[in-house]
């Protein structure tokens, strides 16, 4: 196996056709066709099944596609790298984060930039399990993610804790309470977040612990749907104080406190082999900083970054960060 060929694979994989991925890599249909068998041939196993016209992966390439995948993110990181040099050598920080922080992060790093000018920096929103899988490859620098506690293994530093909130309609019946409680989303149809989301799995864990079957109309993977989901299907929700922030304030939703709530961790994750460095130390103050307000805040706290800065009088957060690798 050559890299060419291993290029050909991935493109094929990824656009599900042998014209797609000559296409992609820039070479004709026929010869992408005997690339592609000549591939197998060598490795002793069909990637692709072949029916009415289209081609379909076979088990052993869904499985291989992982390990190729990771030899190109190499290889875009070598090529960063490369071109890092070609420039002086500047320091690169690649930093995810979940997709709730995509409002607040552009603002903390232009701060970051201010006091390294010559840092190259890199932006883009993962789940956790991608913020692990970046990380670990060396894809990313820093990830910030939330959920119960930091995955172990990782190094993290816990910004502080906050906890969960019930969302829902101004002209909902429950808006009139001054606190949602568990067992009413048994009784009201509700949206819930998705299991693959830490926060999304850890309240279906709460509702399984106190024998409750929420009555789950609709499911969102990402917590950007919120507030349009809320006001459009006129259903309960529930959601933490970053996603509330990034809601905005709005007359048709509201929030109240949920009881039982579970709180979870707000962090940052690094890959523990990496070497130290001032701007990822610098980056993870500035952060501290800017999510105090979401930090140990009460539900009635939990509102618009802006109001909450108001609500905290710029107070110091009870849960400071701490390391935890």
């Known amino acids: 196996m050559n890299l060419r060929a291993l290029a050909l694979f991935r493109e094929i994989f990824w656009s599900g056709s042998i014209t797609g991925g000559a296409t992609r890599l820039g070479v004709s249909q026929p010869s992408a066709s005997r690339m592609l068998r000549h591939l197998e041939e060598q490795i002793g196993y069909a990637l692709f099944k072949r029916a009415e016209g289209r081609i379909r992966p076979t088990h052993e390439a869904q499985v291989l596609i992982h390990d190729v995948d990771q030899i190109f993110l190499r290889v875009e990181q070598a090529n960063a790298v490369a071109r890092r040099l070609g420039r002086g050598g500047a320091e690169r920080m690649a930093v995810v984060c979940v997709h709730m922080l995509a409002t607040v992060l552009p603002r903390v790093m232009g701060r970051l930039h201010r006091m390294f000018p010559e840092l190259e920096l890199e932006l883009d929103t993962k789940g956790q399990a991608g ?134 961790a707000i962090y940052a994750l690094w890959n523990p082999a990496a070497a130290p460095s001032a701007a990822r130390e610098r980056l993870l103050k500035l952060l501290q900083e800017e999510l105090q307000p979401l930090l140990t805040a009460s539900p009635a706290e939990a509102r618009p970054a802006e109001a909450a800065r108001d609500a905290a009088g710029g107070t110091a957060s009870r849960s400071g960060g701490r390391d935890t690798h």
């Open 131 to 264: 913020q692990v899988n970046a990380l670990l490859s060396r894809g990313a620098d820093l990830g910030i993610a939330t959920g119960p506690e930091p995955p172990s293994n990782l190094a993290s530093r816990i910004f502080g804790r906050s906890r969960m909130m019930a969302v829902l309609p101004a002209s909902h019946p429950l808006a009139s309470r001054d606190v949602v409680r568990l067992e009413d989303y048994a009784d009201h149809p509700c949206i819930m977040g998705a299991d693959r989301d830490p926060l999304g799995s850890m309240m279906m864990g709460l509702f399984q612990q106190h024998g409750i079957r929420p009555n789950v109309k609709l499911t969102i993977g990402s917590p950007l749907f919120w507030y349009e989901a809320v006001r459009t299907f006129g259903l309960i929700g529930v959601a933490g104080p970053m996603t509330i922030s990034a809601m905005g304030s709005h007359p048709d939703v509201v929030v109240r406190p949920l009881e039982p709530a579970p709180d979870y």
